[in-house]
Each structure stands twice: as C-alpha cells, then as structure tokens.
C-alpha cells in the first residue's frame, strides 16, 4: 500500500519562502514520477508541479514557475517542493501525489495534504 505524508506547511509573509516535503513507503519510491497539487478555499485541486523518476525531468504550472522548484532524493523515498516568493494567492492545501505505474502521470495515490498560508 502507498503511503504519502507531506509535512512543511505553515503560515508566512508574503515574499517569503517554505519547503514542503513529501515521505513515501510502500513500494520501490525511485520507479515513480511525483506531483505537487494544490487546492484553495472554493477551488478545485490544481497541477503545481512534477518530477520524472531520476528527476532529469520537471513541469510546473505557469502560475508559479520560476518561484518554485520541486526535487527528490531516491535514497530517502522524498519528494520537495522548494516554494519562494510566496503570495496571498498560493495559499492552499497542498498534496503530495503518486501515479499507478511508472511511466505514468496521472497520479491515483495521495497524501492526507499540508496547509500553506501566505499572509499580505
């Protein structure tokens, strides 16, 4: 069984930064592309970010690219989300997520989620 936990979150200024971490068990981490969702008050779960299985590869939403950048370590079984020059309007839950198969990015797995709020 996957198990995705994500922890990192909390309450920041405007301007400032927070780094999200995602630990998953379960089975083979290194084998599997991850993505970093988000969803706010009233809004549907949006794409953020993800990250190809060796990390050669990464995709971002227009809303926060060149902000934030998302990497892994195989050897611990995490995922990041490195999150800089936060606004009012990235504040949101944010899910750590995992695909069915390998060479997939449609993710069936997720994380319980962690709350990010960023104060003006």
């Known amino acids: 069984q996957v198990q995705l936990v994500e922890s990192g979150g909390g309450l920041v200024q405007a301007g400032g930064s927070l780094r999200l971490s995602c630990a998953a068990s379960?089975?083979?981490?290194?084998?599997?592309?991850m993505g970093w969702f988000r969803q706010a008050p009233g809004k549907e779960r949006e794409f953020v970010a993800a990250?190809?299985?060796?990390?050669?590869?990464?995709y971002y939403a227009d809303s926060v690219k060149g902000r934030f950048t998302i990497s892994r370590d195989n050897a611990k079984n995490t995922v990041y989300l490195q999150m800089n020059s936060l606004k009012p309007e990235d504040t949101a839950v944010y899910y750590c997520?995992?695909?069915?198969?390998?060479?997939?990015?449609?993710?069936?797995?997720w994380g319980q989620g962690t709350q990010v709020t960023v104060s003006s």
């Open positions: 379960g089975r083979t981490f290194s084998s599997y592309a």
């Open positions: 990250i190809s299985w060796s990390g050669g590869s990464t």
């Open positions: 997520a995992a695909p069915e198969y390998p060479s997939s990015y449609e993710y069936d797995y």
